[in-house]
């Protein structure tokens, strides 16, 4: 799902190092044709989803000079994040923060708790 102007996470603003995803529909059926009850995958310590939005990434500190021909008003750099939006992430729910937009359920997870993204490439 990419962002676009019309939807509703255009005014959605991720902070620091953090992404914005998409829980994936869980299996309703085991491999061998066993339904499961509900919540069951949920409480699994590996979850997977689509990245929604990201923050810009991680502050690089600025030198502390203190010299009066500089601007006052400096712009922060970021190291960006390897996430991007439409990414499939592979996370630890334990470092993940559930919450409800909307209602609708999202996870807002760290950088550090992707495990792994699938991106569709175009060559």
Not at 53 to 73: C, D, F, M, N, Q
Not at 77 to 96: C, M, N, R, T
């Amino acid at each position: 799902m990419r962002l676009t102007t019309d939807n509703k996470f255009k005014k959605l603003i991720v902070i620091g190092d953090r992404v914005l995803i998409r829980p994936a529909k869980p299996n309703e059926r085991t491999d061998t044709g066993l339904y499961l009850p509900p919540g069951v995958g949920e409480r699994e310590k590996v979850q997977q989803g689509y990245v929604i939005k990201t923050g810009p990434g991680y502050a690089i500190p600025l030198p502390v000079e203190e010299e009066t021909w500089k601007s006052s008003e400096e712009q922060v750099k970021y190291v960006p994040l390897q996430a991007k939006e439409g990414d499939l992430a592979i996370f630890l729910l334990s470092g993940a923060t559930e919450v409800l937009y909307e209602n609708d359920k999202y996870y807002i997870v760290p950088q550090s708790a992707i495990l792994m993204l699938e991106r569709e490439e175009e060559m």
